[in-house]
Structures are given as C-alpha cells and as structure tokens.
C-alpha cells in the first residue's frame, strides 16, 4: 500500500480489515496539522475507511482545501446539536461565507449573547466528548418509514432525488442531519472555533487554510454582507431559497417565471449603478474588477447600455495592452512569468495615457503581442468626446495603485461577483467559488477547448490570484453586483456533468470531480432554449447576443 504524505511516498504493508487511522496512527499522531480524512485512490474518505489492497493512500489536513470543508462540515453538525439542544425550536440556517467564517442567522427567534454563549460551551462540551460521528445509510424505503416516525424534514430532500438509490444521515449521539459530504470520525477534531455575535444574526468563525492552527483576526465585509443579504431577502420573497424549493418550481411548470424573475433582478441591479454613476458628479472613469468566470465581460456591456440610455457613451480601454515588456515581467516563486501581479503592467504608461484622454488629447493606443512579447503602434488612436467615460475591466481595477493619477472623485469602481445565496437545504450551503468553478469548466471547453481536468487542475493556483489581488479590495468599491442566477446549475448541469464524468479515479481531480457531479445532480435540469440571449449565463453557454 502506497502512502502520500506532504509530498512524501512511503510504501506499507497491506492491512486487511483495518482502518486507515490505525494503519497510519504514527503518521497522524506526529503531523503538526490537524489530519482529518484521506484520499483512497483519489476518492475522498474517512479516516475509518478499510482500504483495499494495492490502494494509494493520501493523508488530507486542514490546510487542503478538502480537509478544511470537512472541518467546517464537523463544526457545522456541532453547533447543530448544541442548537437542537439547548433551543430545540430554533430555526437555524446556515447562510453564506464570509472571511473564514460562516454566516448564520435564527428566524424564528432573536438572537442574543446569552444564547451565543450557551451555545458556545455546549459546542465546547461536545468537542471535548469526542462524541462518534457516525454515518448511516438507508434504502428510500427504510427513509420513508424513518422520516414518517420522526416528523422531520432534515435531509429530506434526497428522498426527491432521481440520481440517489439511498438516503444517508450523519447520527451523534442522538441528533442526526444531513451533511452533503465526509465528516470527521468524532466530533474532537474541531476545537479552533468561536462563535460571534454579527449583525442580525451570528457568525461560526475557524481557522483559514494558511494558518490552520488557529483564529485569524476577523476582517469584516460590510458591503459583501450587505449584497448577499439583499439577494437572499428578495429570494425570501420569492420562496426560493434551496434546492429542493428551485425543483418544484421547474417541476411545477413555473421555469420561466423564475428565469425571468432572475434576469429582471439583475437587469434592475445595473439599471441601478448606471443611474449612481450619472448622479455623482465627475466620474471620468469606470472600473470593474471581480474573480473568474464572474461574468465581467457581458456584466460590462449591460452597463454600457445603461449608461447609454443615461446619456453617457462608454469607450472601453483594455489593461491587457499595457503589459511591461517580456524581459521586464517579474517571475513567481517557481521562476514562471507572473502575470498576474501589478508588476507586469506598464504603470507609467498606463497612467499616462489615461491622463492624457482625461484632459481631452489624442494618444496613440498600444496592442500588446502576447506572442513576441512587446507593445506594437499600429495607427489605433483614442480621443475622449464630452459625453463620453472610460470603462476599465481587470484583476486590479479595486487597487487604486492601478489609476495612482487619476483622483478618486473621477473614479467608479465596482466589484462583481458570483455570490449565489441558494443553498441545497438550510443546513448545507452551496459554495460561491463552486458556481464559478463550474461556469469556468463549460466556459474553458465551450471557447477554449480545455477539458474539465485542466480546469480543475489551475483552479487553485486562480484561486491564489484573487485571494491576492482582488479581495483584499472588494470592500472599497463604489457598488457590487451579484451575477448569480438562481437557476443557473440546472442550465449548466447538462453542460458540466458530461465532463467531468470524463474524470476516472486514476486522476488527481477525480474527488473534485465526483464532488461536484453529485451536487449538480441535485438539480432538475431546464434547457438551454429559456436562457435569454443577453444573460450573463450565455458567456459560459454561448448564443449571445454580445460579441466577446
């Protein structure tokens, strides 16, 4: 048996009927980060998984992105039952990320410290117990009967799914939930957690991946709450909050009410910023920034019709043609161009020309060749007209280093990303970066031709870009805009599940790829024929109305 641990290959004896915890106990007992589930032929499990003969083995911490959603996952189950205890009527849903923590609120209740608090030690109690988590698996059959004497809706929802012969429910001690995914073993492995008080509801803090032995600082996302909260509250309204809710309406008949629903959302967002760029005075400049496959370009060109019928004509410049020369790009840790930094855009130039159309003269406009590597002059020249505004998209648009002399009051910055606010049940939230990941996948294959592997393999290392560059300035822009179509996942199933089906065990990706697969398969599908031609879904799909 083959073990992989921190880069390091070690070959094992084969051990029948024994689990990887205590197969590997040395190895576990001695890591300096929190081991918590394993790979087994790059599948994700247990650490009370058998493996089987010939099985390469793969020990997963916290500081792997799997092994962090496990620990959240755990902690989540854990503040369940100390809520199902000690406030057993409490309604509690579990909302959206924000800064390594995650957002959650009670609705049928105020919240207050004395109930935080509580909660708190019991949550302490439990970890210090190290209760077993155990999963329990049932045929539909057997559920049916368990969900008829329990009068209960937790983790009902796979009772509805086509794709699922089985029904499974984590048990500790005597509660139970539904947890879309591996847990831990006991409930001892979270300990580094704290619950706070936060805005209208609460939030379950735990370290971040870089620094997985203990709390950050916390950094508040006033604006970021502000948007996810607002889209929520209209889904409220709406009654669509969750997977199962989504369903029924397609089921219902009700598809295009709810697609139209969603487009006029976003259609009324834009309409919205447009109309706060007209009122502030002096605005010369437009800046939009916001992670991959978050829908920037279309999100750029709807805003160019609003602007327009605002009375105020767009003019695009694209960063992309003030890189620095090839031989001045800086290099990352493994000597490979770095791209992405600020470093490799001509800053000087850059300013300088956008100086200079801001006070109403001519340049000469570079194109950048990607494949020789220099800056050409082709004869392109731009004038700014009275009317007219310069729209700026790109990784640095937040940074105000990017425009350093252009004023602030002549600046507009935006940040737009996919911020869904569907969850599967109220228990289990849906990822912000899976929807991107997932719009990224049919994207790359659709316009790129790169197959679901390579997608998944770079998407940490993009992950790392905006990690660096673009969130620490969300929080400065003027608006966001949240892309997230309600019912996006049931469109871009029929896109993303073929390929990542492609994914068979012998590669790296396959956990992510199954992940993902059994969370798509969650959804009813709705045709690519409803999308309408103009959403910023048909950048991923195809068929718009823009050119890109």
Do not use: W
């Given at each position: 048996m083959e073990l992989i641990h921190k880069g390091e290959k070690k070959i094992y004896p084969s051990s029948e009927n024994k689990k990887i915890i205590d197969i590997f106990a040395d190895e576990i007992k001695k890591s300096t980060v929190k081991i918590i589930a394993c790979k087994c032929n790059n599948e994700i499990r247990s650490l009370n998984y058998e493996p089987k003969e010939g099985e390469k083995v793969e020990l997963i911490d916290i500081s792997n992105a799997d092994g962090m959603r496990i620990y959240v996952r755990g902690l989540l189950l854990i503040m369940s039952k100390a809520f199902n205890k000690l406030y057993p009527e409490a309604l509690l849903t579990i909302n959206y990320q924000l800064s390594n923590s995650t957002f959650c609120e009670v609705e049928n209740m105020p919240i207050t410290k004395e109930m935080i608090d509580k909660v708190n030690e019991e949550m302490k109690n439990i970890i210090a117990n190290d209760y077993v988590i155990k999963k329990i698996v049932m045929t539909k059959e057997e559920a049916e009967k368990f969900y008829e004497r329990e009068k209960t809706l937790r983790g009902r929802l796979q009772l509805d799914n086509k794709n699922k012969d089985t029904v499974s429910l984590y048990f500790c001690e005597d509660y139970y939930n539904y947890f879309y995914g591996v847990m831990p073993i006991s409930t001892g492995y979270t300990d580094i957690f704290e619950l706070k008080l936060y805005n209208n509801g609460f939030l379950l803090r735990y370290p971040s991946r870089k620094n997985p032995t203990h709390l950050e600082e916390y950094k508040d996302n006033k604006k970021l709450l502000k948007t996810l909260q607002e889209y929520e509250d209209i889904h409220r309204i709406l009654g669509i909050e969750t997977i199962y809710k989504l369903n029924k309406e397609i089921l219902s008949g009700n598809t295009?009410?709810?697609?139209?629903?969603?487009?006029?959302?976003?259609?009324?967002?834009?309409?919205?910023?447009?109309?706060?760029?007209?009122?502030?005075?002096?605005?010369?400049?437009?800046?939009?920034?916001?992670?991959?496959?978050?829908?920037?370009?279309?999100?750029?060109?709807?805003?160019?019709?609003?602007?327009?019928?605002?009375?105020?004509?767009?003019?695009?410049?694209?960063?992309?043609?003030?890189?620095?020369?090839?031989?001045?790009?800086?290099?990352?840790?493994?000597?490979n161009y770095n791209f992405e930094c600020l470093e490799a855009i001509d800053l000087d130039l850059f300013n300088h020309d956008l100086t200079e159309l801001l006070n109403g003269n001519e340049i000469l406009m570079p194109t950048f060749n990607f494949k020789t590597g220099h800056k050409e002059y082709n004869g392109e020249k731009m004038k700014l007209e009275k009317n007219e505004i310069l729209v700026i998209e790109g990784i640095h648009c937040l940074n105000d280093k990017l425009t350093a002399r252009i004023p602030k009051e002549s600046k507009y910055k935006i940040y737009i990303s996919n911020l869904t606010v569907l969850n599967i049940d109220y228990f289990n939230r849906i990822s912000t970066t899976d929807s991107r990941l997932v719009r990224r996948i049919v994207r790359d294959y659709n316009f790129r031709s790169y197959n679901a592997i390579h997608t998944l393999r770079i998407w940490n290392s993009v992950n790392r870009g905006e990690e660096q560059y673009i969130y620490p300035y969300q929080e400065q822009a003027d608006s966001m805009f949240n892309t997230s179509l309600i019912y996006e996942f049931s469109v871009l199933k029929k896109y993303a599940l073929p390929l990542l089906e492609e994914i068979d065990n012998t590669k790296e990706e396959y956990s992510e790829a199954r992940r993902i697969i059994e969370f798509l398969k969650y959804f009813e599908t709705i045709d690519i024929e409803n999308v309408p031609k103009n959403s910023i879904l048909r950048e991923f799909i195809g068929d718009s109305i823009f050119k890109y």
């Open positions: 295009n009410n709810v697609i139209m629903l969603a487009e006029a959302l976003h259609e009324k967002k834009i309409s919205d910023i447009a109309d706060a760029i007209r009122k502030k005075d002096g605005i010369k400049v437009v800046l939009i920034a916001g992670p991959s496959s978050s829908g920037k370009t279309t999100f750029a060109k709807r805003l160019g019709i609003q602007l327009k019928l605002n009375g105020i004509k767009p003019v695009t410049i694209s960063v992309d043609n003030y890189f620095v020369e090839r031989k001045d790009t800086p290099l990352d840790e493994k000597g």
